[in-house]
C-alpha cells in the first residue's frame, strides 16, 4: 500500500496536519488499513525532504501544517495513471500452505480446503452484512451534505473489494477440490488398470514382457 | 407453532436400486428456524438440488423424514402436499417455470387463486410481490415480452407472493447482472427478516455471503457449516496492516 501517495493525494484538497491526514485516510477506507501516526510523520519526512510537501508552519495549537508542492501534484496525477504493478505476486501464505500440503505425505488436503473455505465463507458474509449496512446508513444520509455521501461511497468501494477478494478466495478453493478430485479418479483408474494387468499376466492370459 | 420451519431428519434420497444405485443424500440432518436465510452450497452432483426437492415436497426422501412447519411431508397424500406447497412453500426454480399464456401478474396470482384466494384480493397481492421485486410496471406484460432476467423476477415474486413461511430458491440469480442479483438477494434477505425461513442453493460464495448460516454438502452429505458473527463491532477490527 503507497502511503505515500494517499497522503499526497490528500494534501491536493488542502493543508493539513498529521492527525487529520490520519483521520481523513481512516475515514475514506473505513479503517480497513489503520496507520500509526509515526508512519505518518515519518512519510511527511520523506515526502518534504523529496520536494513534494512544504511545512506551513502552525496552526496555532501546535499542530504542524504541510502544504502540496507543484511537485507534489504530478506526483498525484502519475500514481493515479499508472496502473499499479503486479509483477512480483504478494506472498499469499493459503496457496503456499497448499502447494505444500500437496506434496507432503499425510496431510489431508481435503480437510485443509474445508477448514479455509468455511472461514472464508464466514468472513464473506459479514463483510456482506457490513455492506448492506453501509449502503443503508449512505441511502439515509441526507442529499444536502456532499462531504459525507462521498466517504460513504469510498468506504462501500473498499468494503466491495474484499468482498470480490473473499469470493476469489472461495472460488479457488472450489476450483482446487475439484481438480483434486479428477487427479483422485484418474489415479484410482490407473491403479486398476495395472491391477488388471497384473492379475491378467498372473493368470497367463496375456504376455508380459520383461 | 414452533420456530422451526424446516427439518430435516436423518434424510437420504437413493436413485435407482441394487449395483447402479446413486445415493444424492446420505441422513442429513438439517433444521431452519423462522426468520433464517440459509444457503447451501457444494459441486456439482453434490446433492444441492435434490435437498430442495426434497424440502419444497417436490420429491420424497428414501429415507427419514422431511418436515414443514412440523408436518411429517411422508404422510401427506398428494393432494394434501399440493395444499401445503402452495400456502407455505414458495419455490424458485432454476429455469422459471412459468405459463407463457399468462401475464406476470396473472402468473404470480395463479398458487393464490389455486388456493381458494380471491381473483381480486390474489391480484393485489400478486402487485404487492411485484413491486418488492421491482417490476409492477410490468404485470400485464406475457413471458415472451420479457426477457430473461425479468422473467426470473416474475418467478421469485410467484414465490414469495402472500407472505410464504418458506421459501426455497435454486440459483435464483443465475441470468441475472450482479447488480440486478443483489436486488434479489435484498429480496430474500428481506422475506427472512420478514419472518420466512429462506433456503437458497447456489454455487457462487457471492451470494452465499448473504446467508446467516452456509452449508456445505458433498457426496450428499453435510460437511461443514459457517455461521456468521453477530457481533459487528468485532469485524474489521485489527485487520491486516
Known amino acids: 500500500?503507497?502511503?505515500?501517495?494517499?497522503?499526497?493525494?490528500?494534501?491536493?484538497?488542502?493543508?493539513?496536519?498529521?492527525?487529520?491526514?490520519?483521520?481523513?485516510?481512516?475515514?475514506?477506507?473505513?479503517?480497513?488499513?489503520?496507520?500509526?501516526?509515526?508512519?505518518?510523520?515519518?512519510?511527511?519526512?520523506?515526502?518534504?525532504?523529496?520536494?513534494?510537501?512544504?511545512?506551513?508552519?502552525?496552526?496555532?495549537?501546535?499542530?504542524?501544517?504541510?502544504?502540496?508542492?507543484?511537485?507534489?501534484?504530478?506526483?498525484?496525477?502519475?500514481?493515479?495513471a499508472q496502473p499499479v504493478a503486479a509483477t512480483n505476486p504478494p506472498r499469499n501464505e493459503l496457496a503456499i500452505k497448499l502447494a505444500l500440503a500437496l506434496t507432503l505425505d499425510g496431510v489431508d488436503v481435503a480437510a485443509v480446503v474445508q477448514a479455509q473455505r468455511t472461514a472464508s465463507m464466514r468472513q464473506l458474509q459479514d463483510y456482506t452484512r457490513q455492506r448492506?449496512?453501509?449502503a443503508t446508513s449512505a441511502d439515509a444520509a441526507p442529499a444536502a451534505q456532499g462531504g459525507p455521501k462521498a466517504n460513504d461511497a469510498a468506504w462501500l468501494l473498499v468494503l466491495d473489494s474484499l468482498i470480490?477478494?473473499?469470493?476469489?478466495?472461495?472460488?479457488?478453493?472450489?476450483?482446487?477440490?475439484g481438480w483434486m478430485a479428477q487427479r483422485a479418479v484418474r489415479a484410482g483408474k490407473q491403479r486398476t488398470e495395472v491391477a488388471e494387468y497384473l492379475a491378467a499376466a498372473a493368470a497367463g492370459t496375456r504376455a508380459v514382457s520383461k | 407453532m414452533s420456530s422451526e420451519v424446516l427439518?430435516?431428519?436423518?434424510?437420504?434420497?437413493?436413485?435407482?436400486a441394487g449395483a447402479t444405485a446413486v445415493a444424492a443424500l446420505r441422513n442429513v440432518n438439517l433444521t431452519i428456524h423462522a426468520g433464517e436465510f440459509v444457503a447451501v452450497m457444494g459441486p456439482s452432483g453434490s446433492g444441492k438440488s435434490s435437498l430442495l426437492t426434497l424440502a419444497g415436497g417436490l420429491d420424497?426422501?428414501?429415507?427419514?423424514?422431511?418436515?414443514?412447519?412440523?408436518?411429517?411431508?411422508?404422510g401427506l397424500s398428494i393432494n394434501e402436499l399440493a395444499r401445503l406447497r402452495?400456502?407455505?412453500?414458495?419455490?424458485?426454480?432454476?429455469?422459471?417455470?412459468?405459463?407463457?399464456?399468462?401475464?406476470?401478474?396473472?402468473?404470480?396470482?395463479?398458487?393464490?387463486?389455486?388456493?381458494?384466494?380471491?381473483?381480486?384480493?390474489?391480484?393485489?397481492?400478486?402487485?404487492?410481490?411485484?413491486?418488492?421485486?421491482?417490476?409492477?410496471?410490468?404485470?400485464?406484460?406475457?413471458?415472451?415480452?420479457?426477457?430473461?432476467?425479468?422473467?426470473?423476477?416474475?418467478?421469485?415474486a410467484r414465490a414469495i407472493v402472500?407472505?410464504?413461511?418458506?421459501?426455497?430458491?435454486?440459483?435464483?440469480?443465475?441470468?441475472?447482472?450482479?447488480?440486478?442479483?443483489?436486488?434479489?438477494?435484498e429480496v430474500l434477505r428481506g422475506r427472512a427478516e420478514a419472518g420466512a425461513a429462506v433456503v437458497l442453493v447456489t454455487h457462487e460464495a457471492r451470494h452465499a455471503g448473504w446467508a446467516d448460516r452456509v452449508v456445505f454438502l458433498k457426496d450428499g452429505r453435510i460437511v461443514d457449516e459457517a455461521a456468521s458473527q453477530h457481533d459487528p463491532s468485532v469485524l474489521l477490527t485489527g485487520r491486516a496492516h
Not at chain 1, 470480490?164 to 477440490?177: K, Q
Not at chain 2, 420424497?60 to 411422508?74: I, N, Q, R, S
Not at chain 2, 395463479?110 to 404485470?139: F, H, T, Y
Request: charged share 25%; proline share 3%.
Open chain 1, 132 to 134: 448492506r449496512a453501509a
Open chain 2, 7 to 16: 427439518q430435516l431428519d436423518g434424510v437420504s434420497r437413493t436413485y435407482g
Open chain 2, 162 to 185: 402472500g407472505n410464504r413461511r418458506l421459501i426455497l430458491a435454486d440459483e435464483p440469480t443465475g441470468a441475472l447482472d450482479s447488480a440486478t442479483g443483489d436486488g434479489i438477494l
Open chain 1, 1 to 80: 500500500m503507497s502511503i505515500r501517495h494517499s497522503l499526497l493525494a490528500l494534501l491536493q484538497e488542502g493543508p493539513r496536519y498529521g492527525y487529520q491526514l490520519r483521520g481523513e485516510f481512516e475515514e475514506r477506507t473505513g479503517s480497513t488499513w489503520p496507520l500509526n501516526i509515526g508512519q505518518v510523520y515519518t512519510t511527511l519526512d520523506r515526502l518534504e525532504r523529496d520536494g513534494l510537501v512544504e511545512k506551513e508552519g502552525d496552526d496555532g495549537e501546535g499542530h504542524v501544517v504541510y502544504t502540496i508542492t507543484d511537485a507534489g501534484r504530478t506526483e498525484v496525477t502519475d500514481w493515479f
Open chain 2, 60 to 74: 420424497k426422501a428414501t429415507g427419514g423424514e422431511v418436515f414443514v412447519e412440523g408436518t411429517p411431508l411422508g
Open chain 2, 86 to 156: 402452495r400456502r407455505a412453500v414458495g419455490y424458485v426454480f432454476q429455469d422459471f417455470n412459468l405459463v407463457p399464456t399468462l401475464t406476470a401478474a396473472e402468473n404470480v396470482a395463479l398458487p393464490r387463486e389455486l388456493d381458494g384466494i380471491p381473483a381480486r384480493k390474489a391480484r393485489r397481492q400478486a402487485n404487492d410481490a411485484l413491486r418488492l421485486v421491482g417490476i409492477e410496471d410490468l404485470a400485464d406484460r406475457f413471458m415472451d415480452q420479457m426477457s430473461g432476467g425479468q422473467q426470473q423476477r416474475v418467478a421469485i
Open chain 1, 164 to 177: 470480490f477478494t473473499a469470493e476469489a478466495e472461495v472460488r479457488w478453493l472450489d476450483h482446487c477440490e
